[in-house]
């Protein structure tokens, strides 16, 4: 879980990525105070893009996380993120990307042990 130390380093790095433009925040939508859309409720892996260039209605951050009206299918919903459910970062221009590899949901770390084993069962030894 999210330190006192981490969320702050989240909320900076969301303010300097989000001045280079479109940034995509990685988040475990299952998290204590995340509210999205019912239908992404149980979703490990939910990226949502903010960008000031939206104009969005509602798009607050602060040292919580980020509440903002977003539109789902042309459905307003206002979101909130806290800090605590953002375990990546990506920005669309530069590419540069921020994980926290101790926030990331289980299922996903095993996800991906499950695609490396399956990959090196692929590659034949040299």
């Known amino acids: 879980m ?3 130390a981490q969320t702050t380093d989240k ?7 989000l001045e280079q ?3 995509m925040l990685h988040l475990d939508a299952r998290a204590v105070g995340v509210d999205v859309p019912r239908q992404y ?3 490990a892996h939910l990226r949502l893009n903010f960008s000031y260039r939206f104009q969005l209605d509602t798009f607050e951050i602060d040292e919580k ?9 042309g459905v307003p919903h206002t979101c ?3 800090w605590t459910a ?5 920005q669309q221009t530069s590419g540069a990307s921020r994980v ?4 990331i949901p289980i299922e996903l770390v095993q996800e991906v042990e499950r695609a490396v084993t399956n990959t090196s069962e692929l590659v034949p030894e040299p």
């Open 65 to 73: 996380g980020v509440v903002a009206s977003l539109s789902f299918g």
């Open 2 to 4: 999210s330190t006192d």
């Open 11 to 17: 909320h900076e790095a969301f303010l300097e990525l």
């Open 41 to 43: 409720d149980d979703d």
């Open 100 to 103: 926290w590899a101790m926030d």
């Open 80 to 82: 909130q993120i806290p």
């Open 86 to 90: 953002v375990f990546a970062m990506t």
């Open 21 to 23: 433009g479109l940034t």
